[in-house]
Each structure stands twice: as C-alpha cells, then as structure tokens.
C-alpha cells in the first residue's frame, strides 16, 4: 500500500461546478497536509495547508482534514477555466534530525471546460 | 513574497557536457531542496540543505553536485547526465530552526520555484 493514494483523474468538469479532490493516506506519523496546483511545465504552487482535522476556507478553496479517516479533500467552488491544472496532496512527516520530508500524492490532472 | 527563482527555465545538454542549475530565494529560509519531476509524475526528493549543510541525499547518482554557497543560494551541477534524467528539476524552500522536533508549521511548508527543464540528448 502506498504511503499517500491520489486518484490521477483526469477530471473534466464544466465551468461553474463544484470540484472534489482526495487523497487518503496510510502513514500516522503525517502532521501537516498541503495542497499545492501545477500548471503545465510549471512548478508547484502552494495553495493551502492545514495541521489538524477540520475544515480551512480560503476564497474559493476548502481544504478538509480528517485524521480518524486518514482522509484529506480540497474543494472547488464555482470552478474556472483558469483552475485547470494538476492538484497534488502532499503530507509531512518528521525524517530525522530538523529534517520535515513532504510525501506527495501522484496528482490530479483537472480541465474546466468553459 | 514568497518567490524561489530558478536558471535557467530550459537546458539543453549533452552527455559529455557540464552544466550548472541556479536557484535563489530572499525569504530568508535556511532550509533548500532540491527535487527531480518526471512527466506525470510528483515530484521526487533529491537533496536537502540545512543550514548550508547538505543533510539529505536521497541516494543521488554522483553526476548530480549540489552545492549551497550561502543561505540564499542553491546549485546543482550537473556532469556526464544521461538521456533518462530529462526531467523537470524543481528547487523549493522552507524556514529551518536549530530545534529539532519542533514542529512548527513553517518548516513544513516548502516553496517552490518554477523549475527548469532540462533535456539530455
């Protein structure tokens, strides 16, 4: 089983809709969960993260994280056509020494179609 | 800000040549990275800098040298590659403390630049 599971879409959705990314994940030891998009040939872009269960808004954005589950979701309200891009979960976890490592799911690939 | 600044945006390169990859960051982080991303594919961790120190190596092939001058900059120089490490080189940041075990949001959360594509022929 792998340490963090991402469905990899793709995911196509007309303009205007509700989106919902998940990601599940099987390693107690992940503190902070992060949601970063990519643009094509981009690099990532954090968008938002979060440290306990429950809920974080930001504009648009709703990250969700329930830790009894090992569940995490962002969610995309009245998506865009400029939202398209590749979202990746990625988690943290204590590697020894100072050192934090972030376990990054495969990425969902997500087009909003005008 | 929150800017990591990566050259070049494109490389091209030979198996023979030597090149050097560029990464600079102002927000005073003292912890840098560097990954590797193949299409389609997350990001994968190569090297880790602390401090300036390298405190991470992800069994990196040696024809990959990171160096860390200064706590704002970050290489990776690169020598004899082959075709199969084409991929998209990623540098990120995040905040360090000499604490261990503390586990403040800061230093969980990297930044990362735009990367550089680099292409082996």
């Known amino acids: 089983q792998k340490e963090v599971e991402q469905d990899p879409g793709p995911l196509s959705v007309p303009e205007g809709a509700i989106v919902s990314l998940n990601c599940t994940y099987s390693n107690s030891a992940f503190q902070y969960f992060m949601w970063y998009r990519q643009y094509s040939r981009k690099g990532p872009e954090l968008l938002m993260y979060?440290?306990?269960?429950g809920n974080k808004e930001d504009g648009r954005f709703t990250a969700q994280v329930d830790k009894s589950s090992k569940y995490i979701s962002l969610f995309i309200r009245d998506s865009q056509p400029s939202d398209s891009a590749t979202y990746l979960c990625a988690m943290s976890a204590y590697s020894g020494g100072s050192n934090y490592k972030l376990t990054f799911g495969k990425g969902t690939l997500l087009t909003v179609n005008p | 800000d929150t800017e990591v600044t990566q050259t070049p945006k494109h490389l091209v390169m030979g198996m023979t040549n030597k090149k050097s990859l560029k990464c600079e960051q102002h927000?005073?982080?003292?912890?840098m990275y560097w990954y590797k991303q193949k299409a389609k594919k997350p990001p994968e961790l190569m090297f880790v800098?602390?401090?300036?120190?390298?405190?991470i190596n992800e069994s990196v092939p040696s024809r990959f040298s990171p160096e860390c001058p200064n706590s704002s900059l970050l290489n990776l120089h690169l020598h004899a590659l082959q075709p199969e490490d084409s991929a998209l080189y990623l540098c990120?940041?995040?905040?360090?403390?000499?604490?261990?075990?503390?586990?403040?949001?800061?230093?969980?959360?990297?930044?990362f630049g735009a990367g550089t594509r680099l292409s082996v022929l």
């Open positions: 927000m005073g982080h003292r912890a």
């Open positions: 979060t440290y306990s269960s």
């Open positions: 990120a940041s995040s905040q360090e403390t000499r604490t261990p075990l503390t586990a403040s949001v800061a230093k969980n959360i990297q930044y």
């Open positions: 800098y602390s401090y300036e120190k390298l405190s």
